[in-house]
């Protein structure tokens, strides 16, 4: 829904809300300002009146406009009336969307009532702390002095005791909305025009109830950035449950009231929220920061936080709204997890982000032409059922099991690796079923050598000429333990493009395809680092050369120097380039030439 068709919807829901709306505009906003911009006031009191006063200056030129819209101005312009008017500076408008405010002159008229106290002309030396004062519209102005600066409604009194013919203006660093309801401080706020346009309308109802005593964590606009909008507000179940999350019910909680460390009660979700500080004193709520504190609204505290409260939504809602992790969450859902990792859990969840996935062949993983089953065994391979396990709960070499039934290898050297290769960006971000933690790659061991070549870059024409070959059978086999050393296709190109055409043509596939492939293929695991990235395999030494036999019957000479491997040195030299990437049934070398199977095999 549209702020206008919003707004629209407010009026319907009660007399007055109109009113109401337009406070909202002036409503999330602390009083930061530090400079009224008011350098002249030299001009006579006895010869200008209050509406001549704003005219004449630069630093309420906001002001004046907007008095001049509702007709305001020649109010203030009457003689025969006494005013005190609380003014906001420019600055003090800063923080609302103006164009906004303007173009509702109804509204625009009963915000700028509140500012207006009439039938006295009262100094600020005539204020006391704890005073309360009665505005044209019968609302209550509430004055604080504290160490002899004036605060009114909050909003600091910059310039005191401008004096006209008609009353005295003092001139505060903000517009005083305090009765308005919370929907309407929202609506206007420059810093929760993100939030307003994702509230629904049954949050909106309850924001803008009166009768509500609320206490709202207000997310400011960048802390949706890293968000995709459209999954959070296109899904009913998963807006609501965020945005009721932010708000408690029944309460009116101050930052002097929330614990220093500890839980709030029950949100309108069902759910609490962890109250602590940063290490710089910043309240913060489930570990985010608190910008803004106590924004006072006629049914609420407001208190601004710099990201969004998410915990409370699931491990595939999660992934529904983050749009580092829409690949993720597109393959979810397309392997038929979505319903399992929907329930109570708990699961831990190593989800790879989208620049993971971009290192792959995507269509191969989660296209609609992907192998049958792959992309669930993958994917299955980054659950653990039955726990969260925080990163501070992980173990160096410990293998718990997966949802897949494979085991991960813990690392904690340099943070949290898994399987040796693939390193934890983020951690523990919490749901509701589990815990989340970020990849910078995909988990690939649990696929056979088929799998993963056929989602690797760069080895589509090895995947093509296996399946002509018909070894993709042979190549599958779960109980197999092969080494493959596997040609890029640049390396294939190099060997049989004869024609120069960037593909490999019916006629440039040689006769002995099968046999040449077969002697890419090791019959053992042989890994060429000093220790092995998977349970078993032999380890090619170091320093000398060894002999691979393979499927097709003859050897190839593998010399290593260190991190260094070449295959066949003396015969058309191969080298690998992508070393020990674990499989199922073996361990892949990619390699930047295609072998030539010894002359008189």
């Not at 829409?326 to 708990?346: C, E, H, I, N, Y």
């Not at 160096?396 to 949290?416: A, F, K, N, W």
């Not at 390193?423 to 993963?452: E, K, P, S, Y």
Request: hydrophobic share 40%; aromatic share 4%; proline share 4%.
């Amino acid at each position: 829904m549209q702020p206008r068709q919003f707004l629209s919807s407010m009026r319907r829901w009660g007399a007055g809300l109109g009113v109401g709306l337009l406070a909202v505009a002036l409503v999330v906003t602390g009083c930061d300002s530090d400079d009224s911009g008011m350098d002249d006031f030299d001009d006579p009191s006895t010869t200008l009146t209050l509406a001549q006063r704003v005219s004449n200056q630069d630093a309420l030129s906001t002001l004046n406009t907007a008095l001049g819209v509702t007709g305001q101005a020649e109010t203030l312009g009457n003689d025969d009336a006494t005013f005190t008017v609380f003014a906001p500076s420019n600055a003090g408008f800063g923080s609302y969307d103006v164009d906004a405010l303007t173009s509702n002159e109804d509204l625009l008229s009963s915000v700028l009532g509140y500012h207006v106290v009439q039938g006295d002309a009262l100094t600020a030396s005539e204020l006391e702390d704890g005073q309360t004062l009665t505005t044209v519209q019968g609302d209550e102005l509430t004055v604080r002095i504290d160490d002899s600066t004036i605060f009114v409604e909050g909003a600091r009194v910059t310039t005191p005791d401008v004096e006209a013919t008609n009353g005295v203006a003092h001139v505060v660093d903000d517009v005083l909305l305090t009765n308005r309801t919370a929907a309407e401080r929202l609506q206007f706020t420059n810093a929760t025009e993100t939030l307003f346009q994702a509230v629904d309308e049954g949050t909106a109802s309850t924001l803008n109830d009166p009768d509500q005593d609320l206490t709202i964590f207000a997310p400011v606009n960048d802390g949706f950035e890293g968000l995709a909008l459209d999954a959070l507000t296109g899904s009913d179940q998963i807006l609501s449950r965020v945005l009721d999350y932010h708000v408690i019910s029944d309460q009116r909680l101050g930052s002097g009231d929330l614990p220093t460390s500890g839980e709030t009660p029950a949100t309108l979700e069902g759910g609490t929220i962890a109250v602590g500080e940063a290490d710089d004193g910043t309240p913060t709520v489930n570990g985010i920061p608190v910008s803004t504190t106590d924004i006072q609204a006629k049914n609420a505290v407001i208190h601004l936080i710099d990201g969004v409260l998410l915990e409370r939504l699931d491990v595939v809602q999660r992934a529904t709204v983050t749009s580092a992790l829409s690949t993720l969450a597109t393959g979810v859902s397309g392997a038929g997890l979505a319903s399992r990792l929907k329930g109570d859990g708990p699961f831990t969840v190593f989800a790879p982000t989208n620049d993971a996935f971009d290192q792959y062949n995507t269509d191969a993983l989660v296209g609609e032409n992907r192998p049958q089953g792959l992309l669930e065994r993958i994917l299955k391979y980054h659950v653990i059922p039955g726990q969260a396990l925080a990163s501070g709960d992980l173990s160096e070499g410990e293998s718990p099991g997966t949802l897949e039934s494979g085991t991960l290898t813990i690392g904690l050297d340099d943070g949290v690796t898994l399987n040796g290769r693939v390193t934890v960006t983020t951690a523990d971000i919490q749901v509701r079923n589990g815990v989340v933690h970020l990849l910078d790659d995909v988990l690939l061991r649990r696929t056979n050598v088929v799998q993963r070549a056929t989602v690797a870059p760069g080895f589509n024409i090895l995947v093509d000429l296996v399946g002509q070959a018909g070894l993709a059978g042979n190549l599958s086999k779960e109980d197999a333990a092969l080494t493959v050393f596997a040609p890029t296709d640049d390396a294939f190109l190099a060997a049989l493009d004869a024609n120069d055409n960037g593909e490999i043509d019916d006629d440039e596939v040689p006769a002995n395809a099968k046999e040449l492939l077969e002697y890419h293929v090791g019959d053992g695991v042989f890994y060429a680092a000093d220790q092995p990235t998977a349970p078993s395999g032999t380890m090619i030494p170091d320093g000398q050369d060894t002999d691979v036999a393979t499927l097709e019957g003859s050897n190839i000479l593998v010399r290593r120097d260190g991190s260094s491997v070449t295959l066949n040195p003396e015969n058309k030299a191969a080298s690998v380039a992508a070393p020990d990437v674990d499989v199922t049934n073996g361990v892949i070398h990619g390699i930047d030439t295609v072998l030539q199977i010894p002359s008189g095999n």
